[in-house]
């Protein structure tokens, strides 16, 4: 039997009721992609005795950071629609002005797979350079078949080229593209859901993601959506109560969502179905700090109902050009009034907990050996720094 032991290390394992999970001078061992044993290193067991070692000298392990909402898959950029919204602009008015979305689904539509993959590439990388091992990514700029497909052909190849799980949403109903303008209920039955059987039966598709907004679709039209997510056995999640209350959440929640994102109007009732289905909140300071949004996600009323709260960076052109979990964080504790225990577990096991994944997250024997070693003394340190990054390693499946 071989493997490897990680010693002397001061573990936030994000399980059990104590603060963090802490296990202070621990060991993790590690054989192939699991963890199979961790403790206090003087509790490690003989029969690991002849497996290779590594001395951490007192550095702090966390999981893997789960980043569970993004779309890094896109063409172009949209720089000048910054500068719009400086001049000015709101987000509602650069949407209806032709702008936002509609105009990444151009550039995006324009773009080979291969122009695709290298510029996403660049995004994946500054993600894993802070300790990323799971990314969920949104298709969504494509809004014909074709693109969308290979946005997810791409996100899928992501997977491949870069040691990373990637877990990929269909977010046919993300906008109303210029060909359907005014006809949302046209495009969700000729676009939207041909392209999500027709993803699906790619195996390209893992979760089934809307955009449930005033400048998007209503609850009925995302409804439609779900119920063929629903025939096809795959999970549901929603943007909802972004830039208003449309009752998204709740939409979600009836369908056993594994999340509802933004969520910055979300009221009591909202929050109460959440609670209801186990769904889990996934808070996205990137953009809240982008479109310089006031209202504040209710935070508090979640925390009550013990509605579990992920963090994301919502990687995307527009309203969240961010590459950055621990820059995430930071945002969740100073923008939120997140504590960073609820940051780090928001970036790990919730983080998991919103893509349906059980076996990472948390640092206990059957996860997957998913880890990122830290050159900090206290995990507050990951949340409360701004713009530094002491990553020491990465392990992704067992391999340093
Ligand atoms: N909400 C968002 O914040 C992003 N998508 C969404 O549904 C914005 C995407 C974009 O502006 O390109
Ligand atoms: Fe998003």
């Not at 999981?63 to 400086?86: I, Q, T, Y």
């Not at 773009?111 to 290298?118: I, T």
């Not at 040691?163 to 000729?190: K, M, N």
């Amino acid at each position: 039997m071989a493997g490897h032991i990680l010693t002397g290390l001061n573990a936030a394992s994000m399980a059990g009721a104590e603060a963090y999970g802490l296990i202070t001078d621990g060991a993790i061992a590690i054989e192939g992609e699991r963890i199979v044993w961790v403790g206090a290193r003087e509790a490690l067991p003989e029969s690991y005795a002849g497996w290779a070692r590594h001395e951490l000298g007192g550095r702090l392990v966390t999981p893997g950071l789960v980043d569970c909402h993004s779309h890094v898959v896109f063409g172009g950029n949209r720089a000048r629609e910054f500068e719009m919204r400086l001049n000015g602009a709101s987000y509602e008015e650069v949407a209806r002005a032709g702008g936002g979305i509609v105009s990444t689904v151009r550039a995006t539509r324009e773009a080979s797979e291969a122009l695709l993959l290298e510029d996403a590439l660049t995004r994946v990388d500054a993600l894993m350079a802070e300790g990323v091992t799971t990314l969920e990514i949104k298709s969504g700029y494509g809004l014909d078949q074709e693109t969308e497909l290979r946005m997810l052909r791409v996100a899928r190849a992501i997977g491949e080229a870069r040691p990373i799980t990637v877990v990929t949403s269909f977010l046919g109903a993300h906008a109303v593209p210029e060909s359907h303008r005014d006809q949302p209920d046209r495009y969700i039955d000729d676009v939207c859901i041909p392209a999500l059987r027709a993803a699906h039966a790619e195996g390209l598709v893992d979760a089934v993601d809307g955009f449930c907004e005033g400048i998007a679709f209503d609850p009925a039209q995302i409804a439609r959506v779900f119920d063929v997510a629903r025939e096809l056995g795959l999970p549901v999640k929603l943007h909802a109560e972004q830039l208003s209350n449309l009752g998204g959440a709740q939409l979600a929640a009836k369908y056993g969502a594994l999340s509802a994102d933004h969520i910055e109007y979300l009221d009591q009732a909202g929050v109460a179905a959440m609670a209801g289905a186990g769904t889990v909140a996934v808070l996205l300071p990137g953009a809240f700090y982008t479109l310089r949004e006031t209202q504040m996600p209710p935070v508090e009323a979640l925390r009550k109902a013990g509605v579990p709260m992920a963090l994301a960076s919502d990687c995307n052109p527009g309203s969240s050009p961010l590459t950055s979990l621990l820059l995430t964080m930071n945002m969740g504790c100073t923008l939120f009034r997140m504590t960073p225990e609820e940051a780090l577990a928001g970036v790990t096991r919730q983080g998991a907990a919103a893509l349906g994944l059980a076996d990472r997250g948390q640092i206990a024997a059957g996860q997957r050996a998913d880890l990122v070693v830290w050159d900090v003394a206290e995990p507050a340190e990951l949340s409360y720094r701004i713009g530094f990054n002491p990553l020491y390693k990465r392990i992704f499946g067992g391999q340093i």
